[in-house]
């Protein structure tokens, strides 16, 4: 595999917990993974095994590489170039992305091709490149050996301008609308698209949305072309990390046989938002945030519903960052309703399992959601989720029939405010009616959204993919 970030060692997103738990899920099953990555300046891990000269572009650079073993199938190998890597963030500062990240993820896939071919002493059987950062990948190896290649968000597409080939070594016979030429640029995640061999996408409701106009951003007729080669894997999470009974930052634990703890874990959130946390608040239903404030997350939605939403009779906490104007508008609505909104900006790791274990229900309404992860969390921690109809939202909550009493949660599909309203009002209803709440809570409980079971699906495309491969040659 080769991620541009990983979880423990880098992180900005959900890739790095693909590029971090996958391997080590597929390690389970008896393969052997190896994941390139680079060596940011805050990563210590690993021992200097190998030194090689790499060209790019006619220049020369110095490549150590750092080699980590995690249990016995899983090896992290770290591409280490101080003057491309060694820097404060990862991608950029702020909304900034870095000037040379045309370079700095080229040398990523250079770097990773050359230490399979000089250092690992292995035969690989299958590459699998992640997001656009690794879409240069497929195009280096030449059909050397298979590619999958695996789109986390569309909406981020590695563009730059057409000068940059001769500094990543593209020819330009290359720089069409069957390569990489995306109007007038050159697109790394189109080079992904094009040259891999199979293409993934992280749940299956989003392999079918980005066909559509209103959210392939341009690339739904790329991707049509390629259609036949194109599927959807529900990411996984780490239920060893995200364990309501075994989890370290709840006070107490809890699981589907006995949910005392969780009114533990109210009380504790209640109280780290410096709100009230009397038996009359306990009773009210509090609604949980874990997200960056973006228009992607639905905060546009959002806030044209507040108004409302607030004369609910509910609490609401909120932790996360993102756009300043939306930051700002909730911590205003904190200062004003103190007593019924709490508001951290920023991100905080415990605080986080604590509002997933202590909030009665998870509100995401997101405008497009490839995967998301925290309502999977939440169903673990018997947080009911209210979330849009969209992406991996659709694909994992099932919305609650009041007839049958089945269901995880609750889903609406129109992006607006009276269908945001109208579904929180529901949800709250059924939290009124505490046997029906118990058995929807439990029901989300027992679903299993562990990476074996995506782990499992991707098995599938590698041997599909390996089986055409072998074919072909």
């Known amino acids: 595999m080769v991620a541009s970030e990983a979880a423990p060692f880098a992180k900005t997103g959900g890739l790095a917990d693909v590029a971090g738990s996958l391997p080590l899920a597929l390690a389970r099953l008896g393969h052997s993974v190896t994941v390139v ?12 095994i190998a030194t090689a000269d790499v060209t790019l572009g006619g220049r020369g650079f110095e490549v150590r590489y750092r080699r ?5 199938r899983v090896t992290f190998v770290f591409v280490d170039v101080p003057e491309l890597y060694d820097r404060k963030e990862l991608y950029g500062i702020g909304s900034e992305d870095y000037s040379d990240n045309d ?33 240069l990948v497929p195009l280096y190896l030449q059909g050397r050996l298979p590619c999958v290649f695996t789109i986390h968000n569309l909406a981020f597409q590695g563009l730059f301008p057409q000068t940059v080939l001769s500094r990543i070594d593209v020819p330009p016979h290359l720089f069409t609308s069957e390569g990489l030429e995306y109007w007038g640029q050159v697109s790394y995640l189109k080079a992904g698209i094009n040259y891999s061999d199979w293409i993934t996408t992280v749940s299956p409701r989003y392999a079918k949305e980005i066909l559509t106009g209103e959210l392939g951003f341009g690339f739904d007729g790329v991707l049509a072309a390629r259609k036949d080669v194109l599927s959807g894997i529900l990411n996984g999470i780490d239920v060893g990390v995200w364990d309501p009974q075994h989890d370290r930052s709840l006070p107490a634990p809890f699981g589907p046989d006995d949910l005392s703890g969780k009114l533990k874990a109210k009380a504790a959130l209640l109280r780290a938002f410096r709100l009230p946390a009397e038996a009359r608040a306990l009773d009210r239903p509090l609604v949980g945030l874990v997200s960056r404030l973006t228009d992607q997350k639905g905060f ?3 806030s044209l519903a507040l108004a409302d939403l607030l004369e609910l009779d509910a609490q609401y906490v909120l932790l996360g960052s993102g756009e300043q104007h939306y930051e700002e508008l909730w911590q205003r609505l904190a200062a004003e309703h103190p007593d019924r909104v709490g508001v951290h900006i920023g991100f905080d790791e415990g605080l986080a399992h604590l509002v997933e274990g202590g909030s009665d229900l998870f509100l995401m309404p997101s405008r497009f959601e490839p995967c998301g992860l925290n309502q999977m969390y939440s169903l673990r921690y018997g947080t009911v989720p209210v979330v849009r109809a969209t992406g991996g939202l659709d694909d994992t909550v099932v919305n609650y029939n009041e007839r049958s009493g089945r269901g995880t949660g609750f889903k609406f599909t129109d992006y607006t405010a009276p269908s ?7 949800a709250l209803k059924v939290f009124g009616d505490r046997r029906k709440w118990r058995a929807l809570q439990l029901s989300g409980m027992r679903q299993d ?10 098995v599938k495309v590698y041997r599909s993919v390996r089986r055409r491969f072998d074919g072909i040659r």
């Not at 945001?420 to 529901?426: A, D, I």
């Not at 959204?449 to 991707?458: G, I, K, L, P, T």
């Open 37 to 48: 990555l680079p060596r940011y300046g805050e990563i210590e891990a690993g021992d200097e």
């Open 68 to 72: 980590l073993a995690s249990g016995e």
């Open 103 to 135: 370079v700095r993820f080229a040398m990523l896939a250079r770097a990773a091709l050359k230490y399979e071919t000089r250092f690992s002493g292995t035969a690989f059987s299958i590459v699998h490149a992640h997001e656009w950062q690794c879409g």
């Open 300 to 302: 546009d939605l959002v």
């Open 420 to 426: 945001l309203l109208r579904t929180m009002k529901r």
């Open 449 to 458: 959204f562990s990476w074996d079971v995506s782990a499992r699906e991707y």
